[in-house]
């Protein structure tokens, strides 16, 4: 469903992803992992068309949308739970949702909205409170609602637990694992690594930009050095060692 080819993108002199590569088919959750600055939000924003790509290539069910911009790959079925959720703070929930699905006609967004209403009813008790009066909690349903509002078959989440209770960790996790029973194909972003594996089907790991490690969440897990090495504070030299070595394989 989405194909992600030598995806690479650069901030002036910062290479913030470099040639990544991973693949994530429907009904499937793929997990992308680092630590702080591994190139996981750029990796998102770049797949989604917010961020320019230098290089690599980004295929949506088929569809090279590679050249295309974010509402054009909404259009195809792509959205995003961006990281910090970006809710319009100022809006009604109800409002918020009918943004996410601009792209949409009237009777499709309705249905649309119904639908993330229903998927949490939390929501639908407070449709016309003002987001940014809202819990964390809840306005992370609202921002997965809102995405949900395109009815994406690629569905892109960066930090879905950050700043919540373990309740609604565990709420939220609950829906993405229905979300992907229902066929789509799921990039969670997560710091919360434990939780991340734990409903995952496949994990890739981010070091400095670079794909260091990929593979079923069984794998990562029975790798004993994984913690320390890619997602534990004291592991950047590790971390360089590692792309350094991979560099040197590539380039040999
Ligand atoms: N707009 C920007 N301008 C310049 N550099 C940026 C920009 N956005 C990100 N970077 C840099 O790109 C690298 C990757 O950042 P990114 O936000 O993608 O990492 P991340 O894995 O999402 O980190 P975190 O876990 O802290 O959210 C970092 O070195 C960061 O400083
Ligand atoms: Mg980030």
Do not use: W
Request: proline share 3%.
């Amino acid at each position: 469903m989405l194909e992600i080819e030598d995806l690479t993108c650069t901030y002036g002199s910062v290479v913030a992803a470099s040639q990544v590569c991973l693949s994530v088919k429907a009904g499937e959750i793929l997990a992308l992992v680092g630590s702080n600055g591994a190139g996981k939000t750029s990796t998102i924003m770049a797949t989604m068309g917010h961020v320019r790509i230098t290089g690599g290539s980004i295929m949506l069910d088929g569809v090279d949308v590679t050249r295309l911009g974010p509402r054009h790959r909404a259009r195809l079925g792509m959205a995003v739970v961006p990281e910090g959720r970006r809710l319009f703070a100022d809006m009604t929930v109800d409002e918020n949702l009918t943004v996410g699905g601009y792209t949409r006609t009237k009777p499709a967004a309705r249905q649309a909205r119904e639908r993330a209403y229903a998927l949490f009813p939390r929501l639908a008790e407070r449709r016309r409170q003002i987001a940014g009066s809202m819990s964390g909690g809840e306005q992370q349903m609202l921002a997965i609602g809102r995405a949900l509002m395109v009815s994406p078959k690629v569905l892109l989440i960066d930090e879905l637990s950050l700043g919540l209770m373990p309740k609604i960790i565990d709420l939220c996790m609950e829906t993405i694992v229905r979300l992907k029973r229902e066929g789509i194909a799921i990039v969670l972003v997560e710091q919360n690594t434990d939780r991340a594996l734990e409903v995952a089907d496949a994990v890739v790991v981010l070091a400095s930009g670079r794909v260091v490690k990929a593979g079923t969440p069984e794998m990562i897990r029975a790798d004993d050095t994984f913690f320390q090495t890619y997602i534990g504070l004291d592991g950047g030299q590790a971390v360089r060692n590692q792309v350094e070595a991979n560099v040197e394989q590539r380039s040999s």
